[in-house]
């Protein structure tokens, strides 16, 4: 439940409507944000990041604060085909389809010039702040045999120094 601004501050529920969200990158920052507010609001969520500790107290601080089974945490590295295969399958079976996909797993460039990228480390951005954003709209839009989700978020956020 969350107060609401509009019809004279009556309070939301949208868990009927939007049960299941997957949030990647949802260890930190925006992700984490999403996952709170989606939990928030009724649904239970399933929160994927590649830094499994970070991702567990994001899990935690959910089913600590609005009960226990409100979120799944799983480990998935979002640049890779076969992790994001499986990532859709275990969630499809732990809780069944996603009605809300926020693709926000991002990786921010953390040397302080172009010139210091080592050539692994400027694949590793292309292949999650770009190539991820098809993957998973594949594998879990049109890859869903019968359920795809009703609400999908590609979240990109670019830094510069």
């Known amino acids: 439940m969350v107060e609401g601004k509009d019809e004279g501050d009556k309070q939301h529920d949208v868990s009927d ?11 930190r920052g925006l992700g984490r944000g999403f996952a709170m507010k989606f939990a928030q609001l009724g649904c239970r969520v399933a929160c994927a990041d590649i830094n499994d500790a970070i991702n567990q107290q994001t899990v935690l601080e959910i089913n600590e604060k609005y009960g226990p089974g409100k979120a799944i945490g799983y480990s998935c590295n979002i640049g890779m085909p076969k992790e994001i295969a499986e990532l859709r399958n275990r969630i499809l079976q732990d809780l069944g389809p ?17 010139t210091d990228f080592e050539d692994l480390y400027l694949h590793g951005i292309i292949t999650v702040n ?8 594949w594998f879990f839009i049109v890859q869903a045999d019968s359920h795809p989700p009703h609400i999908f978020c590609n979240v990109f956020a670019c830094t510069s120094t």
């Open 17 to 27: 409507l939007l049960h299941q969200q997957d949030i990647t990158g949802s260890g």
């Open 98 to 114: 996603v009605d809300v996909l926020v693709h926000n797993a991002g990786l921010i460039a953390s040397t302080p010039s172009i």
């Open 130 to 137: 770009l190539s991820s954003h098809f993957l998973v709209s």
